[in-house]
């Protein structure tokens, strides 16, 4: 029993996440094209990126190359996250 809740809560969280870099991309996107030349917009788009990558495999039958894999944040995104994860709590 113990395990299957915390699989659910891991999962949860893992959408969560996805889910709210993805709104979050959107709102610097939106942000990015539609606010005036502004202090507000360098410090709501202002990006620090981390990249890991890229990954080879190779299975000897298959090989194949993943990456480079970027995360890109900023405060839009945090805001993006923060929204996600309040309607997450307020429905589950």
Do not use: C
Not at 11 to 32: K, P, Q, Y
């Amino acid at each position: 029993m113990l395990g299957g809740h915390h699989r659910r809560s891991t999962v949860r969280f893992i959408w969560t996440l996805i889910l709210g870099l993805m709104l979050g991309g959107m709102f610097t996107s939106l942000g990015d094209a539609f606010l005036p030349q502004s202090a507000a917009k360098s410090f709501l788009t202002t990006t620090v990126e981390t990249s890991i990558g890229p990954l080879s495999i190779d299975l000897l039958a298959v090989a194949f190359t993943i990456g480079p894999l970027t995360l890109s944040l900023n405060v839009l995104t945090l805001v993006g996250i923060t929204i996600v994860t309040i309607i997450v709590r307020s429905w589950i």
